[in-house]
């Protein structure tokens, strides 16, 4: 199309920026190609914000020299330990890209490398350290995914002392053992006072979190035992420390006292998620402190949900989470009337808790429902139509979400108000089972087949034709075989 139809270089530079916003980044690139001007527009700083570039250390690095683009988000690939010139590249890219906001590097670093890369970083605001942990610890169960793991001996005590990161807020860092949480410790104990987002995980307690204090943090998460101590003046120190609390997330389990302590101290909490000890009650009249307490975690589930029957309910809450196991039916008529205004569910299913057995409960105490996410631990077989049947008490659900669940797509009841539909594993799925989904579910606006399926892109098209407003989610079974 030539200027005298569409003067597109006429338009003012916010305009063409807020144009390329809209593109994908492949597309981006291909558009940063035309011309000057563009390459400056599609890459610049706003529209760097979720882009992240990524460098494998061990490779030449030279084509960076001549990159002008001001990435916001960096992550870098290496060995586990920098050998020979590697530390020398990884400087030379961080001086190049010195405005990272966001700095992630596969690899171990040791303590006196870790402060030479957060001083060469004057914008960092989060940052990670250490190889992907992988997403469940087989010795605890706890999701330690997305840990910044420092490891190293700290023997530059005036390189730390130096340290300055001022925008440094979010810090994730994990202790796989004893040397390494008293190695980094000090370096926690620099940063601590700036943090606003906190994540903490040890395999077990290895460092004083009393001396620990958080005065500015929002959100805080904590996993594995860094909380399994005897000394309960230890732990009254550490969550008295915090005082702005928005959001709170304890995979292992935790005294009461640290949730009194905790609640008390921090009554603005608006999500809370934790864990109590096998058979103990919920904490519920430490809960109705938090008056802006919006999503509830319970982690597992046991038998008595309450303290006390004379507990008020928990008007606030909108979202509650839990993992069935080896709790009561008459559990959910008490968390009805405890948590009465829930329209969103996340429910994790493991021993002799079916779908069938769960859904009937959850329906029948939770009709006003608008989000339902249901996991299956437990290795079962297919799931038959009765066990469904429950959903259709579900007359406001919106969105569905059936992770782990092994069902024919015909067996789940039609719903006008179904928006959004989730199936991760269904069993089997096909084209014709496609074209039924659009008919039970006429206003669906998103639609995930999940890996197991047999839907091609004939099947896609057709099921588009009928929703085309409807966004698909997933690779055509045809498409996996055909590509070169």
Known sequence: MSNELFPIDDLPEEVVEHIFSFLPVPDRKSASLVCTKWEKLAFCHRLLRNVTLKVQLRLKCHVLRKSNRRYRNLTIDSLDRLVGSEFENLLEILDRFADVECFVYLGNLESKHLCMVLNRLPKLQQMMVGRMIREWCPANGCRISEQLQATGTLNNVLQTERLVVPNLTQLSISFTNSDDGMDTFPILLRLAPQLKNVDLYSTDYCIPLEQLQFPKAEVLKIGGNLCNTDNDCNLLTFFTGFKLLKEVTLESTVKEIALDVLTEACPEIEIFKFEVFSYDPAPFHLLGRLKCLKTLGLGKFYKNPVTSSKCNPLVSVKTLSLELSKCGESSFERLRHLLPNVTAMDVTLKDDWNIGRALGHICRNFRGLHRLEISDRSTRGLTFWSSLLALQQLDQLEELILRDV???????????????????????????????????????????????????????????????????????????????
Not at 412 to 420: A, F, H, I, Q, W
Not at 449 to 467: D, M, N, W, Y
Request: aromatic fraction near 14%; hydrophobic fraction near 40%; include cysteine.
């Open 406 to 484: 092994r069902t024919l797509m015909a067996y789940v009841p039609p719903n006008p108000l179904l928006k959004r539909f989730v199936t991760i594993f269904p069993y089997w799925l096909f084209d014709k089972d496609s074209l039924e989904l659009a008919r039970q579910y006429p206003n669906l606006r998103y639609l995930d087949l999940g890996p197991i399926r047999r839907v091609t892109s004939s099947g896609i098209a057709a099921f588009k034709a009928q929703l085309v407003d409807c966004a698909v989610h997933g690779t055509p079974f045809d498409a996996e075989f055909n590509s070169d």
